[in-house]
């Protein structure tokens, strides 16, 4: 079965430190791979993804993540954190079977000044 | 410039009372989807349309119904709201129903029954 882990509900940071959200994946074949963030009652918002290609990915915000084929492994990564990026982040694959978006349980990041 | 729209953002029903939720696109994307979320957890599919074509989650109950009249307009009709049901409720859109077809997601709508 295709599935994501996000092992950590919470993460900490001060703000200006780099930051990590960590996601590992599950899945049979190539995996396509996402991030979402969501703001507090807002919807998500796409931050990037992995299709094929670079395994370093850039999307909004300055965010990037790694795509880590032997480790299965697909981190949200930024150099330097900002207040404004507290929210809700959510990891995500395609499942293959079914071509439906499967969902990791979420992290909060916290960033605190 | 907002692509996907919600309305209303909060929707306060009464129980039992019959509710509908909006969502409109201006991106032309052939696919259109309701999910649910509760509590900060993930989003739970509910269904999602391809063009006119309406596929239904197994384990979506009954009481949730949809309508897509035309491409920009998409309806999540509940039809006897339970305390249960109160969460948010996010519509989201895509291009096409393929493996790389990233899913932009409207601002929800919170529901609240009492």
């Known amino acids: 079965a295709q599935s994501v882990a996000q092992p950590e509900d919470q ?41 094929t290609g670079d395994n370093l990915v850039k999307g909004s915000y300055g965010f990037e993540a790694e795509f880590n084929k032997s480790q299965t492994s697909f981190h949200l990564k930024k150099p ?28 909060r990041l916290q960033v605190f000044p | ?23 409109s696109q201006t991106l ?9 979320q509760k509590s900060s957890q993930a989003p739970k599919l509910l269904f999602h349309y391809y063009d ?19 491409t920009s307009f998409c309806f999540l009709d509940i039809r006897s709201p339970g305390l249960g049901d109160a969460a948010m409720y996010l519509c989201a859109t895509s291009r096409d129903w393929g493996f790389a077809d990233t899913q932009y997601f409207g601002p929800g709508t919170r529901l609240t029954v009492l």
């Open chain 1, 11 to 51: 993460v900490n940071v001060a703000e200006g430190n780099p930051l990590t959200v960590k996601c590992t994946y599950s899945v049979s074949g190539n995996p396509y791979l996402f991030w979402y963030v969501q703001y507090p009652n807002r919807g998500l918002q796409f931050l990037l993804k992995y299709i």
């Open chain 2, 1 to 23: 410039d907002a692509m996907v729209i919600q309305n209303p953002r909060y929707q306060v029903t009464q129980f039992g009372k019959p509710v509908t939720l909006s969502c």
């Open chain 2, 52 to 70: 006119k074509d309406f596929n239904n989650e197994a384990d979506t109950p009954d009481n949730f119904q949809s309508r897509r009249p035309n």
């Open chain 2, 28 to 36: 032309n994307h052939n696919v259109m989807y309701w999910y649910q």
């Open chain 1, 80 to 107: 330097s954190a900002l207040v404004s990026d507290s929210a809700l982040y959510f990891c995500a694959v395609r499942d293959m079977n079914t071509d439906k978006l499967i969902f990791g349980t979420g992290t």
